[in-house]
T-cell receptor, first 114, second 114 residues
Framework: SAVISQKPSRDICQRGTSLTIQCQVD?????MFWYRQQPGQSLTLIAT?????????ESGFVIDKFPISRPNLTFSTLTVSNMSPEDSSIYLC???????????FGSGTQLSVL | KQEVTQIPAALSVPEGENLVLNCSFT??????LQWFRQDPGKGLTSLLL?????REQTSGRLNASLDKSSGRSTLYIAASQPGDSATYLC?????????????FGGGTRLMVKP
């Protein structure tokens, strides 16, 4: 299993500002995934973050809007840039630890943009 | 591309009932399927993972089945309790530029009334 610490747990932000979400894992993992869950919706993958290379973004998501860092095998950040009310969602990081096919999730960041 | 559908979207039952949540997927080459629980405003908790070689997986009052030929999985909850109230999501693997990812169904929002 994996223990994932994600912060902040929630934030209320003003339009036009940026928020950086941190995700810390208690073990080394190859890939970390960032998901978005819009109100009342299911999860949509934003990007996959590999250590030492640029993140791979899914269709509809771009690096300028959601820059990701992955400085080592236990840590990643997702920034939501130039926020608008449409960015109000829960953002979740997840990992699949080595030797496990299960996906484990952080507790999520509930973002509200005014 | 994998598509995952869950029915019903919402379910309300009295305490003590046995219930079945349904999940269907389009890509029968699925190699596993995972069920998650999500409490309001929170992250996801992995409940069960079924390998394609398995037909069932059990954990306590939960039993998940997988039928690749029909593209279906079910989550059976026995003797439901108010503490089971949550959203239940199923997810199957699909492939993106980074390798693989999970595609989530829309979830079933379960309310168990005392």
């Amino acid at each position: 299993s994996a223990v994932i610490s994600q912060k902040p747990s929630r934030d209320i932000c003003q339009r036009g500002t940026s928020l950086t979400i941190q995700c810390q894992v208690d073990s080394q993992v190859t890939m970390m995934f960032w998901y978005r869950q819009q109100p009342g919706q299911s999860l949509t993958l934003i990007a996959t973050a590999n250590q030492g290379s640029e993140a791979t973004y899914e269709s509809g998501f771009v690096i300028d809007k959601f820059p990701i860092s992955r400085p080592n095998l236990t840590f990643s950040t997702l920034t939501v840039s130039n926020m608008s009310p449409e960015d109000s969602s829960i953002y979740l990081c997840s990992v699949a630890p080595r030797g496990s096919e299960k996906l484990f999730f952080g507790s999520g960041t509930q973002l509200s943009v005014l | 591309k994998q598509e995952v559908t869950q029915i019903p979207a919402a379910l309300s039952v009295p305490e003590g009932e046995n219930l079945v949540l349904n999940c269907s997927f389009t890509d029968s080459a699925i190699y596993n399927l995972q069920w998650f629980r999500q409490d309001p405003g929170k992250g996801l908790t992995s409940l069960l993972l079924i390998q394609s070689s398995q037909r069932e997986q059990t954990s306590g009052r939960l039993n998940a089945s997988l039928d690749k030929s029909s593209g279906r999985s079910t989550l059976y909850i026995a003797a439901s309790q108010p503490g089971d109230s949550a959203t239940y999501l199923c997810a199957g693997p699909s492939y993106n530029n980074a390798g693989n990812m999970l595609t989530f169904g829309g979830g079933t929002r379960l309310m168990v009334k005392p």
